[in-house]
């Protein structure tokens, strides 16, 4: 009887099911995958001398059926059904997703370098609910001292789905016990650390954009930034006259990423290839869409080594240049009182 080999009930990352594997099969079989009862792809193979049937870049199917971060699959071959919950994945994770989730955040790394005037979120997905804190550590006057905050109650978790919360360094800022220096979120086993460096520069731009578990996540450029425009101009001889009837200009930028450590870097490769990127203001909304035209991304693993990147990036709107009016102050609303001057 023909039955799975490399397939099993529970939860996956898409980069385990690169391929399906089948066995013991005596005849022609009909292999299908259903997502949330809805059959979306179904063909017959046949077996080779041993039974065995080798069903190749199975990922690229269940990946363009994946619309957030995870989807419901049954895979069915012959009498054998199995079950998965199969996450977006655009990496190979030394883990199998049964072991990562429970344990990690979705997110590329563990840690990051943030400041106070930053938007930082992380996501998790808990198969049970659980308590969501963190410790953060103040520094006054030679001695540290350590709070404990609460983000989300257990009741507050929803189980089986994805959490996402807001774990801005302004959150956990409390002058009364002295500069804030670093914090960790927990939630159950996952533990993400934060260093708050005050004398970061300011940011310019800051990136919002989908990470390799299609999760949203934050990469704030600080390096030199140039911007270029390029204008493609169209003419013809009109009355007499050589005039320009149409022009379509491509403004660009490209911005360097300042120094990076080895956390951060797995966030720029993250970034390199992803297709939702933002602009993002500094309450965390995003505001214009970007494609990621090019990139460069060396490093070397020199102890010396300060290691920098480059992006460049266009507004995804066939319109490139914006025009942000520039308005003054106002130092009295409508509600003023006029009548003593």
Known sequence: MARFRNITNGVAFSTEIMNVEICEASETVTFSILKSGEEIFSSAFTP???GNIFIYDVRSILEAHIDDVFA???FTVGND???CRVFKASVIVTETAEQFLPSFFLSPTNK???APDRYETLAFYPQEACRVYTVASYYDNG???VREIQLMGAEDVTPDTVNIIDVSAKKF?????GTLVSFVVRAGERSFYYTVDNTLPSADPSILFRNCFNCWDTLFFTGTKENSLEVKRSFAFVDGRYRMYDAVDTESFKANSGVLDEYMIVLAKDLARARSVFLMDKLGNATYEL???DSEIKYTNNDDALPTMDFTFRIALYITLLLEPNRPPKLFDNTFDKKFN
């Open 48 to 50: 080779d001398a041993a």
């Open 72 to 74: 419901d699959f049954s």
């Open 81 to 83: 059904t199995v079950n």
């Open 112 to 114: 990051k370098r943030t």
């Open 143 to 145: 001695h540290i001292a």
């Open 173 to 177: 800022i409390d002058e009364s016990k």
């Open 291 to 293: 494609s990621v035209t």
